[in-house]
């Protein structure tokens, strides 16, 4: 058995050199997992409470693509352009931007990577959080478009809510947060009953226990899985290091002009394999195309959701045996 000595950063990630800052992170999020420990018994920080070696580690996934889109619009060519018309219509924990060159798209941004690591790095390394601006987006980039006050701006000029704007940064929309997806891992630990009746289903668990938004890929397959583990009496927690990841991109139907491997064309930016929270899909320009000439299903390129659509998300649970003896709540809504 092993308590937690501190949490990571998310996927590892040294952007503050000093161990003693990076220290601040886990006490941040120490301070998100104690009010919810407190009112979910079934929900442990692990920097408090052991993790068995023989403690199940359990992935949720889910595909990038808006899911509530597919529940309103028929039509693909319409889904997709909705979906990139605006970063807030992508509510699956992962988020995107195209740049073009001319009409055809020559690159695709996609990040999980949360707002809250950002507002760390700005508190504890201002210097930093402007390199990686200028690194990730424009070396154009001055500090004073993007801390204002002495406070970040988590929305700002080189992380719009545009994602026609070309390069994001991190995560934009307001449930598309760390704390979000802690909390509903928290609130999914309680068992729920309508009518007598024990409420099991994503959609409905969703919806019986306010669980984020029941058309969301996200959402309900987390609360489901989650929600099934502390069925068991068991005590739950989230990996670490804590965080959204782009676990990868399924290339089959993809087809290119030159019968090269698209899968060749994806590229890990920050993190690295089973902890990617930023890649992009870009073709190199050596090879005399784009992204816009590649085909999915024999339809080209236009938009980027088409590309999200086989991008797919995780988040890790890890499940230790326990004797909690749960009793079913009503539903809340």
């Not at 997709?80 to 060159?101: F, G, M, N, P, T």
């Not at 339809?299 to 959701?305: E, S, T, Y």
Request: proline letters at 8%; one cysteine or more; hydrophobic letters at 35%.
């Amino acid at each position: 058995m092993a308590v937690l000595a501190r949490f990571d950063t998310p996927a590892g990630l040294r952007d503050v050199a000093s161990a003693a800052k990076r220290k601040r992170w886990s006490t941040r999020l120490a301070d998100g997992f104690g009010p919810l420990v407190a009112e979910f018994k079934q929900l442990y920080d692990p920097t408090k409470s052991d993790t068995p070696a023989d403690a199940e580690v359990v992935p949720v996934e889910w595909a990038a693509s808006p899911n509530k889109l597919r529940q309103t619009l028929s039509d693909p060519v319409d889904r997709w352009r909705k979906a990139d018309s605006l970063r807030d219509e992508q509510d699956e924990y992962c988020e995107w931007a195209i740049e073009k060159v001319g009409s055809k798209i020559s690159r695709i941004t996609f990040t999980t990577e949360v707002p809250e690591y950002y507002d760390f790095l700005a508190q504890n390394d201002p210097d930093r959080l402007l390199a990686l601006y200028r690194e990730l987006v424009s070396p154009k980039v001055v500090m004073k478009e993007i801390v204002v006050g002495g406070e970040y701006q988590p929305i700002n000029r080189w992380n719009p809510r545009k994602p026609s704007h070309g390069r994001i940064v991190h995560l934009s929309q307001e449930n598309n947060t760390l704390g979000a997806a802690l909390s509903l891992a928290a609130v999914a630990t309680v068992q729920r009953e309508r009518n007598g009746e024990p409420v099991t289903t994503k959609e409905a668990l969703a919806r019986c226990s306010g669980l984020g938004d029941p058309f969301r890929n996200s959402d309900p397959q987390i609360a489901s899985v989650i929600n099934g583990a502390a069925s068991t009496g068991a005590s739950i927690t989230l990996q670490d290091p804590l965080g959204l990841y782009i676990d990868r991109l399924v290339t089959s139907g993809m087809t290119t002009p030159d019968g090269a491997d698209p899968a060749t064309f994806w590229k890990i930016e920050r993190g690295k394999p089973g902890r990617v929270v930023r890649a992009s899909f870009a073709v190199p320009k050596a090879r005399g195309y784009t992204v816009g000439d590649i085909k999915i299903a024999g339809r080209p390129i236009r938009f980027g959701a088409q590309v999200a659509d086989r991008v797919r998300v995780r988040l890790t649970a890890v499940v230790k045996p326990g004797n909690a003896q749960p009793r079913r709540q009503p539903c809340d809504g």
